[in-house]
């Protein structure tokens, strides 16, 4: 099982500086991917306009929205801003999307939040339209520029919603998992495989989870703040189950690696629970 490592984008006081720096470091360690975390009202950069930077400091990592809320933004230019970041980062870009539950991204947008569902399956089949080179509508031509992955960037489904699995098998190449103890996720992807199979897609879709840690002194007090001050309002219940998630010591980074990997997950993304530089470094000599 790969090994992804999360920015640290959503902490205040965060500057571009130290995020590239991440991501240099990330990029010459053990890990798989780089993920990043989406919202619009927040004090966090644009999930697409951070990556093209990083897609610009590193050459190995993938670069993972985990995942970029699609119908708050425009589909057109959606596929488009995908395909530039597939194609300057040489085909490293895996388009983890979904819907969100939090109204007031979509207020502030604005974007009708009711239908953001139907909106979203109308989305995913427009990209893939546009990825594969076919004219969007009568008379008006491709969008360029070409992905480098055939047939556009990997694109994996979050979200825990019934519609939201069933996506997996009709668009998708994977579904990516929520921070929920793995035997909740195992029964998500059984669902998925349902839907995979339903679809008569071949091969098997692609599993990748988040998760986070704080292992530095102090961190996982703070990492257990911060959870509950970003969770909270999608119910006190998801705050709480993510902040008794966090792995706080690298025993439990190791036992977490062995469960999600002896349920066959393909890749694993661990967030920082704080955006302490030395956070990375203590990861990879767990992970390494």
Known sequence: MKIGIGLPSTYAGVDAGHLLDWARKADAGPFSSLAIIDRLVYPNYEPLILLGAIASVT????LMPAVLLAPL??????????????????????????????????LAAPSNFHDRGKRFDE?????????SGEAVADGVGPIGPAPV???????????????????VGRWADGYLASPVEPARVEEQYALVLESWREHEREGRPRLVGTAYFALGPGALERAVEAAHQY????????????ANSIYGSPKEVRDGIRRYADIGMDELAIFP???DSEELDRLADVVS
Request: zero cysteines.
């Open 59 to 62: 050459s190995r990592v993938r």
């Open 73 to 106: 933004r425009n589909s057109g230019m959606l596929a488009k801003q995908a395909a530039t970041l597939d194609a300057l980062s040489a085909g490293r870009l895996s388009l983890g999307l979904g819907i969100g539950i939090r109204q007031d991204d979509y």
């Open 123 to 131: 989305q995913l089949a427009l990209m893939r339209r546009v990825w």
């Open 149 to 167: 992955q055939e047939g556009g960037p990997e694109v994996l489904i979050g979200g825990r919603a019934p519609a939201a699995i069933s996506r």
């Open 231 to 242: 969770y909270t309002p999608n119910g006190p219940a998801v705050a709480k189950a993510v």
């Open 273 to 275: 629970g704080v955006a």
